[in-house]
């Protein structure tokens, strides 16, 4: 098995690579095609989602918890969008955890919590040695609840009035887990935010396709919720309490072990978040969530082979440019890659009530045999940047 020595960009001393050649095609070929028959796993799976039935109790009490650090640009709109639930007064909570803010966030809350009575803030001051710090405010939020259903979102999103209600209406009796629709809000258009829209939208519909299918993978703790009594079954964050990140997929692969996770596609339980400020904070975030993939070895293998392929898939076609012999298959793998690819996306929306543009989407689907493979790897090895 020889490979010609006119590489058009790599130097000599890749010949040294020489004898494992044919196993790293034969594995660069096999997680491309594993990745497309994840594609059609995920398709299949967004068009069996369904709506969920009005429940039997409407409003059912509900605490909300959020944690927030050095949030005071954002956090007062998140406050006033709470505040504007359209859920009885006398069944809705507000559970607003600082955890060691150093500007004005435990002001805001403070201020809240005076001009209405459902808002709670709990001031953290000191950092724990078993618990990572948002794990630990979370845990601290929910120890002020007495809510059976908890809702959790983030400091920067922004939520409709009629969220409450619809993710509290998707957990029926038989139902542990919902995850919600999180997306990048766009209001600021620029090729980098739609780029953040289409990057996310992407992940959200392949969790969406998988729970298609009765799968839980992961979700966003920009919008989740889950009852009391399956939080408390798996022990909260304990299990995970020293791991940086990776809470909402934990709790989503935990509860849905144990009890029937759902997705809410009604659009008024969607949750929208800031764009990252730049391409570096927008990195740092996505090294960090695929820092999270080690342990679905164990927990999901399916996950992490999923995974896994999509790291081969965009490898592949990244490492195929440097190679004479296969620059020629690189246009028909891209392009077969990007089909596919689009069946995820413009299903979801579909599914969703969105739009995706065009242009911003083939600009991502250029980008993405870099941008995985790096972001892949600095996640394997840990190296991101996160609030401490």
Request: hydrophobic residues 45%.
């Amino acid at each position: 098995y020889r490979y010609p020595r006119s590489f058009s960009l790599l130097p000599d001393c890749i010949f040294l690579f020489g004898p494992l050649m044919p196993v790293l095609h034969l594995v660069l070929v096999s997680g491309f095609a594993l990745y497309i028959l994840f594609t059609i796993f995920f398709i299949t799976g967004l068009l069996r989602l369904k709506k969920h039935p009005k429940a039997e109790d409407p409003f059912p009490k509900v605490s909300v918890v959020a944690a927030a650090r050095n949030e005071e640009d954002s956090l007062p709109a998140l406050l006033d969008d709470l505040s504007r639930q359209d859920y009885p007064q006398d069944k809705i909570s507000f559970v607003i955890a600082d955890d060691r803010s150093e500007d004005k966030t435990w002001d805001i809350i403070q201020e809240k919590a005076q001009e209405d009575n459902r808002f709670v803030g709990v001031k953290i001051e000191e950092l724990r040695t078993d618990m990572t710090p948002k794990k630990y405010a979370l845990t601290c939020a929910i120890q002020e609840t007495e809510s059976e259903i908890i809702l959790s979102t983030d400091a920067d999103c922004r939520i409709p009035a009629g969220w409450a209600k619809s993710m509290a209406h998707a957990l029926s009796s038989e139902n542990g887990i919902v995850i919600g629709l999180s997306t990048v809000n766009t209001d600021k258009k620029s090729f980098f935010n739609s780029y953040q829209f289409i990057d996310f939208l992407g992940i959200m519909a392949a969790n969406a396709g998988a729970l298609g299918w009765g799968t839980g993978w992961s979700g966003s703790g920009q919008n989740l919720g889950y009852t009391r009594k399956q939080f408390e079954k798996i022990d909260g964050f304990t299990p995970v309490g020293n791991l940086l990140s990776g809470d909402d997929m934990y709790l989503v692969q935990s509860i849905s072990s144990r009890a029937k996770a759902v997705f809410n596609l009604d659009s008024a339980g969607f949750a929208t978040t800031l764009p990252a400020a730049n391409v570096s904070s927008f990195l740092s975030q996505r090294i960090r969530w695929a820092s999270n993939a080690k342990p679905s070895l164990m927990s999901r293998p399916v996950f992490f082979i999923f995974l896994l392929s999509a790291f081969l898939a965009n490898a592949g076609v990244f490492a195929g440019l440097f190679f004479d012999y296969a620059m020629h298959l690189v246009p028909l793998v891209f392009g077969t890659k990007v089909v596919f690819e689009a069946g995820v996306m413009f299903t979801g929306a579909a599914r969703f009530g969105m739009k995706i543009p065009i242009l911003p989407f083939l600009g991502w689907s250029v980008l993405q045999p870099i941008y995985i493979p790096v972001v892949g790897l600095f996640g394997l090895i840990g190296k991101f940047r996160w609030k401490s």
